[in-house]
């Protein structure tokens, strides 16, 4: 059974960066792609970009472009996102989730890491 | 302000019918399947329908999904207390070239 689980819940100061990483157990991380999406409190979800750990193709949502990077180490099946310059807008929970289709983001994505909490605060 | 677009809410009694909507435009449900999740209060959203109207292993077939032009709908038959959640439509956006989701309807059961 595929699980993603997630680092720990972080607090940060407005202006610095945080990164979150997701760890996937259970199937084929290389060949699967993933998603990072946020949700703000009380919001909806917000995809922020994808990655395709055996091409190593990252896409962004434009308005994240130059402030995040996601990355995957396929020594440990681990997909990670680095959020730069927050602000308390950044405060939400952020969540990977893999694509059930392989080799592509253009699909459904079936298993979802359990959320990270970010609070952005002074 | 959504891509997708759903009602914020819907309402339905148990054992009701209840449907909700998703609209969006040709360059994402016009030309690609719409997928369907699920957020049960506190929790990941899980995936609830796919491909328009394909049911994942282990959701009950009182869920439904449709597609047509530039719309998508889901409908929940036989409403249970449990089935209250926020619903999220989603699909690709050939424009923008990544994922895009509705913003969601919370189901209030009764």
């Known amino acids: 059974q595929v699980q993603l689980v997630q680092s720990g819940a972080e607090v940060k100061k407005p202006g610095s960066s945080v990164k979150v990483s997701c760890k996937a157990s259970?199937?084929?991380?290389?060949?699967?792609?993933f998603i990072w999406v946020r949700q703000a409190p009380g919001q909806g979800l917000e995809w922020m970009g994808g990655?395709?750990?055996?091409?190593?193709?990252?896409i962004y949502a434009q308005k994240f472009q130059g402030r995040v990077t996601i990355t995957a180490d396929k020594s440990t099946d681990t997909a990670y996102m680095e959020l730069s310059s927050l602000r308390s807008e950044d405060t939400a929970v952020y969540y990977c989730?893999?694509?059930?289709?392989?080799?592509?983001?253009?699909?459904?994505?079936?298993?979802w890491g359990q959320g990270t909490l970010v609070t952005v605060s002074s | 302000q959504s891509v997708l677009t759903q009602p914020p809410s819907a309402s339905g009694t148990p054992g009701q019918r209840v449907t909700m909507s998703c609209s969006g435009s040709?360059?994402?449900?016009?030309?690609?399947?719409v997928n369907w999740y699920q957020q049960l209060p506190g929790t990941a959203p899980k995936l609830l329908m796919y491909?328009?109207?394909q049911r994942p292993s282990g959701v009950p077939d009182r869920f439904s999904g449709s597609k047509s032009g530039t719309s998508a709908s889901l409908a929940i038959s036989g409403l249970q207390p449990e089935d209250e959640a926020d619903f999220y439509c989603?699909?690709?956006?050939?424009?923008?070239?990544?994922?895009?989701f509705g913003g969601g309807t919370k189901l209030t059961v009764l």
């Open positions: 989730a893999r694509g059930s289709s392989q080799l592509i983001l253009r699909t459904f994505f079936d298993y």
């Open positions: 259970g199937g084929t991380f290389s060949h699967n792609g």
């Open positions: 990655i395709i750990p055996i091409f190593e193709t990252v």
């Open positions: 040709s360059s994402n449900i016009g030309s690609n399947a």
């Open positions: 491909r328009n109207d």
């Open positions: 989603a699909t690709w956006d050939d424009s923008l070239n990544g994922p895009v």
